[in-house]
């Protein structure tokens, strides 16, 4: 076959042979420039599309950036909703602040703390109850501003197993109140000694 080419391009002048090598030179080179560019097309579309992926992630980053002062100050609203609700439910016992209070209530309502004992707690879902035994002479009007007062505590208390006996009226004091004083606790993973 190569001698059938030689033979077709005998006797021809030799610009034609050079024509012939020169189209063929410039087929490969217009080849070889075809495959780098479609190599060269590939490589932009795949920059292209990582371009589009982060311009979509600096556009999420963004938003985020704009919605921050909002998370911040839900943040912060609920924190101080939580630090709210540790007031009603507290997290700790704090058995001394308790005891405090109550016996500021009895020189209050002019009666005698004759016991105050707190008990073992029980705990809940997410709450411990805490019950405290109290025993206190008074009169009825006394005990039910105590009980008034205890009402406005900021944390949970209820007054459970109330029983009250008539006094004989020599002294001050008419009747003697035994009940349970039951509060509650905000179980809290992080705290340890007296939350427990």
């Known amino acids: 076959m190569a001698e059938g080419f030689q033979t077709g391009l005998e006797g021809k002048p030799w610009y034609v042979s050079a024509a012939v090598a020169a189209g063929l030179a410039a087929a490969i080179v217009?080849?070889?420039?075809?495959?780098?560019?479609?190599?060269?097309?590939?490589?932009?579309?795949?920059?292209?599309?990582?371009?589009?992926?982060?311009?979509?992630?600096?556009?999420?980053?963004?938003?985020?950036?704009?919605?921050?002062?909002?998370f911040e100050?839900?943040?912060?609203?609920?924190?101080?909703?939580?630090?709210?609700?540790?007031?009603?439910?507290?997290?700790?016992?704090?058995?001394?602040?308790?005891?405090r209070r109550v016996r500021l209530l009895a020189e209050q309502g002019n009666f005698n703390l004759l016991r105050f004992t707190p008990r073992r707690q029980s705990e809940r879902e997410f709450y411990y109850e805490w019950p405290i035994q109290i025993n206190v002479d008074a009169t009825y009007h006394n005990l039910a501003l105590f009980f008034d007062r205890v009402s406005r505590f900021s944390r949970i208390i209820n007054i459970e197993d109330l029983r009250i006996l008539t006094q004989k009226q020599s002294g001050a004091h008419t009747v003697s109140a035994t009940f349970?004083?039951?509060?509650?606790?905000?179980?809290?993973?992080?705290?340890?000694?007296?939350?427990?």
């Open 30 to 70: 217009i080849g070889a420039k075809v495959a780098k560019f479609d190599d060269m097309n590939n490589a932009i579309r795949r920059m292209q599309g990582q371009h589009a992926e982060l311009e979509k992630k600096i556009n999420e980053a963004r938003t985020a950036q704009r919605s921050l002062p909002q």
């Open 73 to 99: 100050e839900v943040v912060q609203n609920l924190e101080l909703e939580l630090e709210k609700l540790l007031l009603v439910l507290p997290a700790r016992r704090n058995t001394e602040d308790l005891l």
């Open 180 to 196: 349970t004083l039951k509060t509650y606790l905000y179980i809290e993973d992080t705290e340890e000694g007296d939350s427990l």
